[in-house]
C-alpha cells in the first residue's frame, strides 16, 4: 500500500489573490520621481509588484495606478529579487 504525501502550505493571505497586468509608479517618500512598476498579482489587502532597482524601495511606498485611478499607501512585506509584496494600508479611488 502506497502513502500519499500531503502539503500542508501556512497562507497568510486573508483574501484571495487575481492575476494582474497593470502598470503603475511608485512614489517613494523624500524622493522627487516615481519609479515605474508591474503588478503581478493584486487581491483586496495586498498586490506583488515587479519593477528594476526593487533593493533601493524604502519600507513604505504609495502606489499609483492610472488604470484603476487610485492611490494605495503600502508596506513592503516580502522582497524577492525584482519583486515586492506589498500590504496596502490605505486606499483612495479618485473619479
Known amino acids: 500500500m502506497q502513502k500519499e504525501t500531503v502539503f500542508i502550505f501556512d497562507e497568510r493571505r486573508a483574501t484571495d489573490r487575481e492575476p494582474v497586468d497593470m502598470l503603475a509608479e511608485g512614489v517613494v517618500p523624500n524622493l522627487n520621481e516615481s519609479i515605474s512598476c508591474k503588478l503581478l498579482d493584486m487581491s483586496d489587502s495586498g498586490v506583488k509588484v515587479e519593477l528594476l532597482n526593487a533593493d533601493i524601495i524604502p ?37
Not at 494605495?72 to 500590504?87: A, D, Q, S, T, Y
Open 59 to 95: 519600507d513604505k511606498i504609495k502606489l499609483y495606478i492610472p488604470e484603476m485611478d487610485s492611490l494605495m499607501e503600502c508596506k513592503i512585506v516580502r522582497r524577492n529579487g525584482r519583486e515586492l509584496g506589498l500590504h496596502i494600508e490605505n486606499r483612495v479611488q479618485f473619479g
